[in-house]
T-cell receptor
Framework: DTEVTQTPKHLVMGMTNKKSLKCEQH?????MYWYKQKAKKPPELMFV???????INESVPSRFSPECPNSSLLNLHLHALQPEDSALYLC??????????????FGPGTRLTVL | KQEVTQIPAALSVPEGENLVLNCSFT??????LQWFRQDPGKGLTSLLLIQSSQREQTSGRLNASLDKSSGRSTLYIAASQPGDSATYLC?????????????FGSGTRLQVQP
């Protein structure tokens, strides 16, 4: 199984809502990532988890809260978002750790619209 | 700071043509370089991964080369088909062990005309 799955595919939420994005992989990968992609722009890194621990936070606002409950799951909790947070949110995973040169596999993304 | 540039930004070719997409990066201290395909509104599909010690990788009609010292990579697509129409992104992974994430170029939007 070389697939990363993400749910939901689409999400529309108001600025006062609380929602969560979910990502799952069963490839035994120990590094998982959240990227944000605005229209016609490349993906930008938000968070990196390595062995279920947050290793990188790219100065992301606290209204985005990541969680890695186990090695196969990665969540992104959303609260009090702004319309400019509307984007495609991509999850990825790769093998870790060490100076290995492994491939990143991406999920299909969640299209988020904040009203 | 690593910067990744892709040229051209957009390309339109007739079906059957061979074509080359270019990617350049400013910091040659990379682990690897990955080429992706992205269809509109969709996720990224990995096409080829080139390790820093390699010069090229091939998969079907695709061939990717890497010249790390000059900070360049090319993606060669042979006998293009309308189904190849998509945005192609290159991304590099830095050698810094504390940072495992990819830095992406802005992509080349390819349109193959039937």
């Amino acid at each position: 199984d070389t697939e990363v799955t993400q749910t939901p595919k689409h999400l529309v939420m108001g600025m006062t809502n609380k929602k969560s994005l979910k990502c799952e992989q069963h490839m035994g990968h120990r590094a998982m990532y959240w990227y944000k992609q605005k229209a016609k722009k490349p993906p930008e890194l938000m968070f990196v988890y390595s062995y279920e621990k947050l290793s990188i936070n790219e100065s992301v606002p606290s209204r985005f809260s990541p969680e890695c409950p186990n090695s196969s799951l990665l969540n992104l909790h959303l609260h009090a978002l702004q319309p400019e947070d509307s984007a495609l949110y991509l999850c990825a995973s790769s093998q870790e750790p060490g100076p290995s040169e492994h491939e990143q596999f991406f999920g299909p993304g969640t299209r988020l619209t904040v009203l | 700071k690593q910067e990744v540039t892709q040229i051209p930004a957009a390309l339109s070719v007739p079906e059957g043509e061979n074509l080359v997409l270019n990617c350049s990066f400013t910091d040659s201290a990379i682990y690897n370089l990955q080429w992706f395909r992205q269809d509109p509104g969709k996720g990224l599909t990995s096409l080829l991964l080139i390790q820093s010690s390699q010069r090229e990788q091939t998969s079907g009609r695709l061939n990717a080369s890497l010249d790390k010292s000059s900070g360049r990579s090319t993606l060669y697509i042979a006998a293009s088909q309308p189904g190849d129409s998509a945005t192609y992104l290159c991304a590099v992974r830095l050698l810094d062990t504390g940072r495992r994430a990819l830095t992406f170029g802005s992509g080349t939007r390819l349109q193959v005309q039937p």
